[in-house]
C-alpha cells in the first residue's frame, strides 16, 4: 500500500502544518480525475511522511499497520485515527464536502462532480495549503505554462497592402480570429459545442481543459464586431494591452509580408536593420549611437514615435541629427521641428553646423521671429526650425499650420505634466514622426510616461483615465504585474541606455 508522488501528480506544499496534524505525518488531499468524461471526481486523503514527503499513505493503510510496517506508523498508530479526525475537522471549515466522510469509521476520501473539483481547484485547494494542509493537484493543472486553456490568436492583413514601407497608427487592419488549445485550432463545431456546455471543466482532445461556454459565447460576439481594428489596436494588442476577448488570453497575433516583419520586431522575435551612418555627417558614431540611430530609423519607418532615454552625455542630439540627415539625403524636404528648453536653443544651432553643416537651421525665437505667413516663407529655406517650449505654446496657432517632417522634443521630461500649455500644444502638432529625448522619462513618478507616450504614440496607453486606472495606480500599489505589463507595451518605444552598461563603456573614451 506504500504509494510514492508520481510525474503526473504535481505537489505544492507549506511550511506550515496545522496543530492538529503536527507530528511525523501532514494531512494531504489529492484531486484525482476521472477517465470517463462523465465519470465523477474524487478528493483522496494521504498521509504524507514530515521527514520524508515522497512517502504517502492512504489512512486505512496507515491505521491498518502491522510489524512489516514503518516503527514511526507501529509507534503512532494508537493516536494516529484521533489526530486525522482532528486535521479533517480542522480542514472541514474551509472545505466544507470533507464532512460528508467523516462518518466512515476510516475517511479516505469523498466524491465531486466536475463543478465542485472547479471549485477545489480553483478556491479550496489554495485555502488548505495556506492552512498548512498538502495539496497534491493533477500536473495538467499545476504544471508551469502547462495550464490546459483555451486562448485566442488573431491572424492580422492589411487590405490593399501590396508591399508598400510605412505605416500609420490610424490604418486600417482585418483581424481574422481563432481559438486554439495549445499547439491545435479548434474547429467551429467545436466552438460551438463548447459554446453550450455550462461546466467549467470540459474533456476536449484527450485533455481537461479550464473553459466556459458563456467565454466562448461572449468571444464570438466579439469577433464579429472586431474584424476590423487600427494598426494601433493591433500593436497594443501584440504587446499584451490591447482589448481581447473576454475569459480568453490573447496566446498570439501574427502576419505575413512587410506587417508580419513589423510585428516580429516590435515584439523582438526579430531585429532591426543596423544602417550606415548618413554619408554627410560630419562625426563618428559610436557603436551604441549607431544601434540608436538605426532604432530611430527602424521606428520612423513605420511612422512610431520613439522615446531615446540614453543617459546623459551619451550623445541624443547626434543621433537624432543622423535621423534628420538620412530623411534630407533620402529626398525628404519638409523641415523638422525641434522644441527645447531656452537655455539649450543655441547648443542644438551650434550641435547641427558642427555635425550637419549641410543643414540650415532655424532659431525661431525672439521679438522678430517670424509668423504666418512670413514664417512658411522662411521655413521653406531651412531643414530644422528649432524653438522654445514657452514659444511652442505661444506660437502654437502659426506653428500648427505645418506639416513637419517630424518634431523632436529635447528633455522630453518638460512635457510630463499632460494638462500643461507646451504639452497639449506638442500632441496638436502634425509630424510625419514624432522623437523624445530625455535621460529621465519617469522624472516623479510612473504617471510621468503617460503624457510622453501620448504624444509619440497616441491612444498607445489608452486615455489618461484608463492609465490610471490600469497602471498607475495598481502599480502605486506595488502590483508587479500591472508594471509588467507597462513594460511590454512600451519596451519597444524606449531606448535606453546607462553609462555604466558594460557594452557602453566599450564603447567610450
Same mark, same amino acid.
Given at each position: 500500500h506504500l504509494m510514492r508522488s508520481e510525474s503526473k501528480i504535481a505537489s505544492s506544499r507549506s511550511p506550515g502544518i496545522p496543530e492538529q496534524a503536527a507530528g511525523p505525518f501532514k494531512l494531504c488531499f489529492r484531486l484525482e480525475e476521472p477517465e470517463d468524461p462523465q465519470g465523477v471526481w474524487r478528493v483522496s486523503y494521504l498521509l504524507q511522511s514530515t521527514s520524508d514527503p515522497s512517502l504517502l499513505l492512504p489512512p486505512g493503510s496507515a491505521l491498518g499497520a502491522g510489524p512489516r510496517a514503518p516503527k514511526i506508523l507501529r509507534r503512532e498508530s494508537?493516536?494516529?485515527?484521533?489526530? $486525522?479526525?482532528? +486535521?479533517?475537522?480542522?480542514a472541514a471549515r474551509i472545505c466544507p464536502d470533507i464532512r460528508l466522510s467523516l462518518e466512515a469509521v476510516v475517511p479516505d476520501g469523498y466524491e465531486l462532480d466536475v463543478r465542485g473539483a472547479y471549485d477545489f481547484l480553483t478556491l479550496r485547494a +489554495?485555502?488548505?495549503?495556506? +492552512?498548512?494542509?498538502g495539496v497534491l493537484l493533477p500536473a495538467w493543472w499545476t504544471r508551469k505554462g502547462g495550464r490546459s486553456k483555451l486562448a485566442a490568436r488573431a491572424r492580422a492583413s492589411r487590405p490593399g497592402m501590396k508591399g508598400a514601407v510605412g505605416f500609420s497608427l490610424d490604418d486600417v487592419i482585418r483581424l481574422d480570429w481563432e481559438v486554439a488549445l495549445g499547439t491545435?485550432?479548434?474547429?467551429?463545431?467545436? $466552438?460551438?459545442?463548447?459554446?453550450? $456546455?455550462?461546466?467549467?471543466l470540459v474533456r476536449l482532445r484527450g485533455r481537461w481543459v479550464e473553459a466556459s461556454?458563456?467565454? =466562448?459565447?461572449?468571444?464570438?460576439?466579439?469577433?464579429k464586431?472586431?474584424?476590423q481594428a487600427t494598426l494601433r489596436d493591433l500593436v497594443r494588442l501584440s504587446l499584451g494591452g490591447g482589448e481581447a476577448p473576454p475569459g480568453l488570453a490573447t496566446q498570439e497575433v501574427s502576419a505575413e509580408g512587410e506587417l508580419g516583419r513589423f510585428l516580429d520586431r516590435i515584439q523582438g522575435k526579430a531585429h532591426y536593420e543596423t544602417l550606415p551612418a548618413p554619408k554627410k555627417l560630419a562625426g563618428r558614431l559610436r557603436p551604441y549611437q549607431v544601434r540608436g540611430f538605426s532604432w530611430l530609423a527602424f521606428l520612423r519607418q513605420y511612422g512610431l514615435g520613439a522615446c531615446l532615454a540614453d543617459d546623459m552625455g551619451l550623445g541624443k542630439t547626434i543621433q537624432a541629427l543622423a535621423l534628420v540627415l538620412k530623411d534630407r539625403e533620402a529626398g525628404v524636404r519638409r523641415p523638422v521641428? =525641434? +522644441?527645447?528648453?531656452?537655455s539649450v536653443v543655441t547648443n542644438w544651432k551650434k550641435e547641427a553646423?558642427?555635425?550637419?553643416?549641410?543643414?540650415?537651421?532655424?532659431?525661431?525665437?525672439?521679438?522678430?521671429?517670424d509668423r504666418a505667413a512670413a514664417f512658411k516663407k522662411s521655413i521653406a529655406k531651412h531643414a530644422i526650425v528649432v524653438t522654445s517650449y514657452a514659444l511652442l505654446a505661444r506660437d502654437f496657432e502659426t506653428l500648427r499650420e505645418i506639416r513637419w517632417g517630424g518634431v523632436i522634443l529635447d528633455e522630453a521630461q518638460n512635457v510630463k505634466n499632460p494638462q500643461t500649455l507646451q504639452a497639449r500644444a506638442a500632441r496638436a502638432l502634425e509630424a510625419d514622426y514624432r522623437i523624445a529625448l530625455t535621460g529621465t522619462p519617469v522624472e516623479n513618478h510612473v504617471g510621468d510616461l503617460w503624457s510622453i507616450m501620448e504624444f509619440l504614440n497616441p491612444g498607445l496607453l489608452g486615455s489618461q483615465a484608463e492609465f490610471k486606472k490600469h497602471f498607475f495606480a495598481p502599480i502605486e500599489f506595488g502590483d508587479k504585474e500591472a508594471a509588467e505589463r $507597462?513594460?511590454?507595451?512600451?519596451r519597444p518605444f524606449v531606448l535606453r541606455r546607462l553609462k555604466t552598461d558594460k557594452s557602453i563603456i566599450r564603447d567610450l573614451p
Open positions: 494508537f493516536e494516529l485515527r484521533e489526530k $486525522l479526525l482532528a +486535521a479533517l475537522e480542522q +489554495a485555502a488548505l495549503e495556506a +492552512a498548512g494542509f491545435h485550432t479548434l474547429t467551429r463545431e467545436e $466552438l460551438d459545442a463548447l459554446s453550450k $456546455l455550462k461546466e467549467p461556454g458563456d467565454d =466562448i459565447r461572449s468571444a464570438m460576439e466579439f469577433w464586431k472586431k474584424e521641428l =525641434i +522644441a527645447c528648453p531656452l553646423e558642427r555635425f550637419t553643416p549641410g543643414l540650415s537651421v532655424l532659431v525661431h525665437h525672439g521679438v522678430d521671429r $507597462l513594460a511590454r507595451l512600451t
